[in-house]
């Protein structure tokens, strides 16, 4: 049976000559299968556990040097990560609390650790006698809801306010379709399963452009057709603090103005789902 320190040791080989750019969890943990041959789908969480500690040795000198292989070192995520859009720096959507921590609605996993160390190092949260205890000043504790946590366990924590943009893209495909929408769906399906799941990979990329509905056509008065997700949530942001959408007792909370309204068919909505309402607005190209 393989034991987690076995585990741990192949993982970091295996992060340490992986471009984390492009790399992800399961990406990973496949590799790890091909080259033992065994099934580690039960130990999905250590491994994405494990991931975000080695992600974040990336951001703090606390980790002992020892630790990090040479080839880790020469790997280490650029800062300008997130705009690549891929891997551990794919885009993500953030809770509420995370949204007012870091002033974006979404961001990479490894942007939002990154911003969190930096403001623990800032702010000098580490307890003077245990370094690894962080210290939650008033803005940490919204997040954590604790006095005090282990940097061990804040990776932890923080999935509870970070989620792939996949699953909300999963969920506003429940909505039902245009006309257009339903046919290319049925020319889908006469497709050979490989080539569908080749389509899917195409161009999803946060950065990617994408044919937008006609309705967000018309919303935005721009005339273009093809926009990436991060320029429509991008617009959409800055229309709704340009006329002032914000319910000023929960800012969290967006008022829908008429032109809001039909666009998404709601009165009122939560700021960190609009990429969730916006889902509906990107056509999947054939």
Same mark, same amino acid.
Request: glycine share 4%; aromatic share 6%.
């Given at each position: 049976?393989? !034991?987690?320190?076995? $585990? $741990?040791k192949?993982?970091?080989?295996?992060?340490?000559?992986?471009?984390?750019?492009?790399?992800?969890?399961? !990406?990973?943990?496949?590799?790890?299968? @091909?080259?033992l +041959?065994?099934d580690?789908?039960?130990r999905k969480? *250590? =491994?994405?556990?494990? =991931?975000?500690?080695?992600l974040?040795?990336? *951001?703090?000198?606390?980790?002992? %040097?020892?630790?990090?292989? %040479? &080839?880790?070192?020469h790997?280490k995520?650029?800062?300008?990560?997130?705009k690549? +859009?891929? +891997?551990?720096?794919?885009?993500?959507?953030?809770s509420?609390?995370?949204q007012?921590?870091?002033?974006?609605?979404?961001m990479?996993?490894t942007?939002v650790?990154k911003?969190?160390?930096a *403001?623990?190092?800032?702010?000098?949260? @580490?307890?003077?006698q245990?370094?690894?205890?962080i210290?939650?000043?008033?803005?940490?504790?919204?997040?954590?809801?604790?006095?005090?946590?282990?940097?061990?366990q804040?990776?932890k924590?923080?999935?509870?306010?970070?989620?792939? =943009?996949e699953?909300?893209?999963e969920?506003?495909?429940?909505v039902k379709?245009? %006309?257009?929408?339903?046919?290319?769906?049925?020319?889908?399906?006469d %497709?050979?399963?490989?080539k569908?799941?080749?389509?899917?990979?195409?161009?999803?990329?946060?950065?990617?452009?994408?044919? =937008?509905?006609?309705?967000?056509?018309?919303?935005?008065?721009t005339?273009?057709n093809?926009?990436?997700?991060a320029?429509?949530?991008?617009r959409m942001?800055? *229309?709704?603090?340009?006329?002032?959408?914000q319910?000023?007792?929960?800012?969290?909370?967006?008022?829908? &103005?008429?032109?809001?309204?039909?666009?998404?068919?709601?009165?009122t909505?939560i700021?960190? !789902?609009?990429?969730?309402?916006?889902?509906?607005?990107?056509?999947?190209?054939?």
């Amino acid at each position: 049976m393989l !034991t987690d320190s076995d $585990l $741990l040791k192949r993982l970091h080989d295996v992060l340490g000559t992986s471009d984390l750019d492009t790399a992800t969890a399961a !990406t990973v943990r496949r590799r790890i299968e @091909q080259d033992l +041959g065994i099934d580690l789908s039960d130990r999905k969480p *250590y =491994i994405r556990q494990q =991931i975000d500690l080695y992600l974040q040795s990336h *951001y703090t000198n606390d980790k002992p %040097e020892a630790e990090e292989s %040479e &080839d880790a070192k020469h790997k280490k995520t650029p800062a300008n990560a997130k705009k690549r +859009g891929g +891997g551990f720096s794919k885009p993500c959507a953030l809770s509420p609390q995370l949204q007012k921590f870091v002033g974006e609605p979404e961001m990479a996993r490894t942007e939002v650790v990154k911003k969190i160390w930096a *403001y623990i190092k800032e702010k000098d949260l @580490q307890n003077p006698q245990n370094r690894r205890k962080i210290l939650c000043d008033e803005m940490l504790h919204e997040i954590f809801r604790v006095k005090s946590i282990d940097m061990f366990q804040m990776n932890k924590a923080l999935t509870k306010h970070i989620w792939p =943009i996949e699953e909300e893209d999963e969920a506003a495909a429940s909505v039902k379709p245009t %006309e257009k929408n339903k046919q290319n769906k049925r020319g889908k399906e006469d %497709e050979p399963k490989e080539k569908g799941k080749r389509q899917k990979a195409k161009g999803s990329g946060f950065v990617s452009p994408h044919p =937008i509905s006609e309705a967000l056509v018309q919303f935005f008065g721009t005339g273009e057709n093809e926009l990436s997700r991060a320029e429509v949530v991008k617009r959409m942001w800055e *229309y709704i603090k340009q006329n002032d959408l914000q319910d000023p007792s929960d800012k969290r909370r967006i008022l829908c &103005d008429d032109k809001l309204r039909e666009l998404f068919k709601v009165d009122t909505f939560i700021g960190f !789902t609009v990429s969730k309402l916006l889902t509906a607005h990107f056509i999947k190209e054939e």
